[in-house]
């Protein structure tokens, strides 16, 4: 962990591991402040937001891309919900840029993508229906995502692939919540693809409320 | 063989079940055209999912002969036929935002011209079903095409002429489905209000050899979801 990191941990409202493979719910007020640390570098954290009052309000993918012009998110992006609400806005960025084109993990499309041999490795999509259900949220709900920290370079030609990731280690994203949000994160555990440098790892969830 | 055929005018929206085995065609009536798909899977809850069709056909566009996905890993459709090689996946559909900057609009007003988003006339089909506006994913807008540049952000921008009068596109269906479709414009067309209607035909597909056919045998992975939905139907 870097001294940039504990530094900035100082009278934080949430300090929370989310290890590999694990996920989490939080309630993030308006004006709140969430960081995402990726603590080892090349962590995909796999991320959903949803409007506190209403979930049927949740985050959206295209919506985003399409209103800002640009597939990458980074420092000024709106996260835009599927009303075209404003539900956060990217306000740090010590990476540069992160996807939200390339979904999430699951075991029938690690089978699609790799193999009937994948079926039973722990995939996003499950994290997601497990920290989500207490909030209402299940599989019409879930959104196509956010994934911080991971790279998915897309051309004029019109092809889209995973790359190794742009991060490193203490890297971090801030979000700034312009409503009352939950926020779903899958810290994310495949394997076949170098989204996790190929060995997921923790991230750190810092938040400030005031 | 043919089955049945419709035109859908430009700015409305139409829905239907659609059973594997068919083929859907459509064929833009003017230039310009959009149409805004969306499919549900035959229980209702999965459903066409973009960023896993694109990531595991390494695209950013729709074309033939790839395999539109679902949540849930199962071939949906096939794009066997296309007239143009790039169907936008990345701009989403229209919301009535888009369509301020045409003033205002109103069934009072306009009687049946009135000006409809993408977004509302699709949560208006997929109510009937008993859906609502947690049902709505990333649309594939067929006829429309959205340009990404090599640039650090990978900026989009929309191609005004990018369809004719008379491109179609073909899906064959894979799994019983309910097709929802809007003819509302791209919610990034910049001109003025005049959406093309699409012509939607329904027919008897051949069949299928899995050793031969196009959409078998474009990538592994296309060939791995498709084996998914046969096995949906077994």
Redesign the interface.
């Known amino acids: 962990m870097t001294a940039t990191t504990h530094e900035t941990v100082t009278g934080s409202d949430l300090d929370l591991l989310v290890e590999a493979g694990d996920g989490a719910l939080v309630a993030v007020p308006r004006g709140g402040r969430l960081r995402i640390v990726d603590l080892h570098g090349n962590q995909a954290a796999d991320t959903l937001l949803y409007d506190a009052a209403d979930v ?1 309000n949740r985050y ?4 985003t ?2 209103e800002q ?4 998110l ?1 420092t000024g992006s709106r996260l835009l919900s ?3 609400d404003e539900l956060a806005v990217i306000t740090d960025d010590t990476v540069g ?1 992160h996807d939200t ?4 993990c ?4 690690n ?3 790799y ?2 041999h994948t079926r039973h490795q722990h995939a996003c ?1 499950q994290t997601f229906l497990a920290y989500g259900a207490p909030a209402g949220i299940g ?6 995502n956010i994934n911080f920290f991971m790279n ?5 030609a ?5 790359e190794d990731g742009l991060s490193a280690p203490g890297k971090h994203v801030e979000l700034t919540a312009s409503r009352d949000l939950l926020v779903l994160l899958s810290n994310c555990p495949q394997l076949n693809n170098p989204c996790n440098g190929w060995d997921p790892t923790p991230v750190r969830l810092l938040g400030w409320w005031t | 063989m043919s089955l049945f055929a419709m035109e859908v005018p430009g700015g409305a929206a139409w829905s239907s079940p659609v059973r594997a085995g068919r083929l859907v065609t459509l064929t833009a009536l003017g230039d310009d055209a959009n149409c805004s798909v969306l499919l549900v899977a035959a229980d209702r809850v999965d459903r066409l999912n973009l960023p896993d069709t694109l990531k595991a056909q390494m695209s950013a566009r729709v074309i033939a002969p790839m395999v539109l996905m679902s949540d849930r890993g199962l071939a949906l459709a096939s794009v066997v036929a296309s007239s143009l090689d790039w169907h936008d996946a990345l701009g989403g559909f229209s919301h009535p935002a888009h369509l301020e900057r045409h003033g205002p609009t109103s069934y009072a007003a306009d009687r049946n011209d009135w000006r409809r988003s993408a977004r509302t006339g699709l949560v208006s089909e997929l109510t009937k079903h008993g859906l609502d506006e947690r049902d709505l994913h990333g649309s594939v807008n067929f006829f429309s095409k959205v340009a990404v540049t090599d640039d650090d952000r990978a900026s989009l921008t929309h191609v005004t002429g990018h369809s004719r009068a008379g491109d179609t596109v073909t899906l064959r269906v894979e799994h019983d489905l309910l097709v929802a479709l809007s003819t509302a414009p791209h919610p990034m067309a910049t001109g003025a209000w005049a959406p093309a209607g699409v012509r939607v035909e329904v027919s008897h597909a051949p069949e299928v050899d899995p050793a031969t056919d196009a959409s078998w045998c474009f990538r592994d992975e296309s060939a791995r979801a498709l084996e998914m939905s046969r096995r949906a139907a077994a």
């Open positions: 049927r959206s993918a295209l919506d891309v399409r012009a640009a597939v990458f980074t599927t009303r075209l840029r084109l390339g979904g999430a699951a075991q029938e499309s089978v699609v993508r193999g009937e999509r599989a019409r709900e879930l959104g196509h998915v370079p897309v051309t004029s019109g092809d889209l692939h995973f």
